[in-house]
Structure formats: C-alpha cells, structure tokens
C-alpha cells in the first residue's frame, strides 16, 4: 500500500512534504549549474577579451575562427563554437564587473543575460536589467519591452528604480 492510499492524513502530508522538497532542490539544482555556466561563459569572454585581443577593438571574428573555437568544440562540445565565443566576449563587455554578473545571475537566466547582451546603450541596458529584475518581467516581457520605443520616459523610471533602490538600501541602514 503507498502513502498516498494511505487513509492517514498525516501520510499524505509527508508524501506532499517530501515531494515538494524534492521538487524545490531540482530547481535550485538547476538553476545552481545555469548560474555557474553562465559565470563560466563570462570568464571566457574576459579571458578572450584580455588574452587573444589584448583588450582591443580588433577585428574579433577572425581571431575567434582560429584554432581556438574547433579546439574547444573538439573538446568540449558544440557550446564552444565561434558564434559562442563572440556571445561569450559580448557578455564580458557588457558586463565587465564580476560583482555585477554575480548579482544579476542570482536573480536572472542565461535567455535574460542573452537578450540584454544586445542592447549597445548601456543606459538603455541597465533599465532593462532594473526593470527585469523589479518587475519580475519573464522572458517574453523583456522581449516585447525591447521592441517598445526607448524614451525620455523610461529613461526617468531608470532613474526613479535607482533611487527606489538607494532609499530602500538607506532605510534599511537606517533600522
């Protein structure tokens, strides 16, 4: 007889208990190994950028077909390919403080981390990572957002998210 024919509520609901246990530490699990890659990946990206292109704007891509992407992807699978060393050297861009990368990988996935990659103004990109992360926006809400006109307004609600936080952060310091 299993727990769950059990007529004891109170096996029932260590059956429950058990469960979502297990449910709430294959998620973190997960979501463990995708901040790791993806802190991973930063570190390529800042090792591309300070080793093979000695922190200049070269002409990237055709150091990146060298030898360097067909070793990894020999080694290491297909995630090593061209195209992925330059996701990865973007992400370092964009994100150059590793405290940062840390913070936003707490709170955001590696889909968030790749639609923000693209944003070239950085003003604009901080937004987007304030509002995903105060808004809890999903992925396709960034995406929609990004497709939105970026004006002055949103830019002032930048602005107002940065001292929401700072006033929070005060307060508390305050307590």
Not at 40 to 60: F, K, M, N, P
Not at 63 to 78: I, M, N, R, T
Not at 107 to 115: E, F, G, T
Not at 164 to 171: D, I, M
């Amino acid at each position: 007889m299993s727990l769950e024919q059990l007529p004891n509520p109170a096996g029932r609901q260590l059956l429950g208990d058990i469960r979502h246990l297990i449910e709430q530490s294959r998620s973190e699990v997960a979501l463990s190994v995708y901040s790791v890659l993806a802190l991973l990946y930063w570190h390529i990206g800042q090792c591309i950028q300070s080793e093979v292109l000695q922190g200049e704007r070269a002409a990237y891509g055709e150091q990146l077909d060298s030898p360097l992407a067909k070793q990894l992807v020999a080694k290491y699978g297909c995630g090593f390919s061209t195209k992925d060393l330059r996701h990865m050297l973007r992400f370092a861009k964009a994100f150059p403080d590793e405290e940062i990368v840390s913070g936003m990988l707490r709170q955001l996935s590696l889909p968030y981390i790749k639609a923000l990659l693209y944003i070239n103004d950085s003003l604009k990109r901080d937004f987007y990572l304030q509002m995903c992360q105060l808004k809890c926006w999903k992925t396709r809400a960034l995406q929609a957002n990004l497709h939105m006109p970026f004006g002055r307004s949103r830019a002032q609600l930048a602005q107002r998210a940065v001292g929401t936080r700072a006033e929070s952060a005060s307060e508390g310091a305050d307590v």
